[in-house]
């Protein structure tokens, strides 16, 4: 969140919660994000800097397609069109976002996830445990709760009124 915060202050003037949830500063794309270039790229950490942006490159562009086309299919909607850039690849990532994602891969994978871990790895094995699992509880639910005021939201063009306590509620 705090990336698209700052480019859109820089490309645009304005500053902008630039959030994929209803609760905190979060964005899935980008969270989901580092954990795929994690899984897939932490292998390459010891490698030259290269061998990892090119990865960054490919996983993140392909990624990126992948989350448009998913949320197209799933809530009826675009979050995002590059159609009107140079390079793009059907208007879902282009060239250079993909330079940005392996610029991303090489900064996540060489400098900030082997301190964020080295910290994590200082914690006692039971609170790091009761700690991670209470994120990811309220990432879930957050997750959810979200996805539903999403559904809904795309309900109301149809259905404007709601039908029940839960829809009222979202």
């Known amino acids: 969140d705090l990336i698209e915060m700052c480019y859109c202050?820089?490309?645009g003037g304005v500053w902008m919660s630039r959030s994929s949830v209803l609760y905190g500063p979060f964005s899935?794309?980008?969270?989901?994000?580092?954990v795929v270039l994690t899984v897939t790229l932490q292998r390459l950490a010891g490698k030259a800097?290269?061998?990892?942006?090119l990865g960054g490159f490919i996983?993140?562009?392909v990624y990126e397609y992948m989350c448009s086309l998913f949320t197209e299919i799933m809530f009826g909607t675009v979050f995002w069109d590059y159609s009107a850039m140079p390079l793009n690849i059907g208007g879902r990532t282009n060239v250079l976002y993909c330079f940005f994602w392996g610029v991303l891969a090489v900064v996540w994978i060489k400098i900030i996830y082997p301190r964020m871990s080295a910290l994590i790895?200082?914690?006692?094995?039971?609170a790091g445990q009761l700690i991670t699992w209470a994120i990811v509880?309220?990432?879930?639910?957050n997750g959810l709760l979200t996805g539903a005021a999403m559904l809904r939201y795309k309900?109301?063009?149809?259905h404007p009124e709601p039908a029940?306590?839960?829809?009222?509620f979202l």
């Open 9 to 11: 202050r820089l490309t």
């Open 28 to 34: 899935i794309v980008w969270g989901l994000g580092a």
């Open 49 to 53: 800097d290269r061998h990892v942006f």
């Open 59 to 61: 996983i993140g562009g």
């Open 121 to 126: 790895e200082k914690l006692p094995v039971l």
């Open 137 to 141: 509880i309220l990432m879930v639910c």
């Open 155 to 158: 309900a109301r063009d149809t």
């Open 164 to 168: 029940n306590a839960v829809d009222a």
